[in-house]
Nanobody, 123 residues
Framework: QVQLQESGGGLVQAGGSLRLSCAAS????????MGWFRQAPGKEREFAAA????????YYADSVKGRFTISRDNAKNTVYLQMNSLKPEDTAVYYC????????????????WGQGTQVTVSS
């Protein structure tokens, strides 16, 4: 069992930045891939970024590439999502998730999920 807890969400103006954190506890974290997903009201959950256990394999959605950076600190059992140049369309609840094996862009591939943190970008 792995527990995930997101933090760092909030309200920011367009063009601003936020850094999300996801702290993991429970079963081994360092061998797991981690992903960030987001869900806006009335929309399906969508992939944002993912990283493998060593940090050498990283995927981004086209919509966030060049603006968001995923990273992890296995010593702290934490994964981060640095979000820069935020846009109103980035407004969503952001979730972190983990799975054994490599990173994936598919929500269904992930086993454990956090509760989410709200990010609101005003225009």
């Amino acid at each position: 069992q792995v527990q995930l807890q997101e933090s760092g969400g909030g309200l920011v103006q367009a063009g601003g930045s936020l850094r999300l954190s996801c702290a993991a506890s429970g079963r081994t974290f360092s061998s797991n891939a981690m992903g960030w997903f987001r869900q806006a009201p009335g929309k399906e959950r969508e992939f944002a970024a993912a990283i493998n256990w060593g940090g050498g394999v990283i995927y981004y959605a086209d919509s966030v590439k060049g603006r968001f950076t995923i990273s992890r600190d296995n010593a702290k059992n934490t994964v981060y999502l640095q979000m820069n140049s935020l846009k109103p369309e980035d407004t969503a609840v952001y979730y972190c998730a983990t799975r054994g094996g490599g990173p994936s862009r598919t929500p269904g591939a992930y086993t454990y999920w956090g509760q989410g943190t709200q990010v609101t970008v005003s225009s």
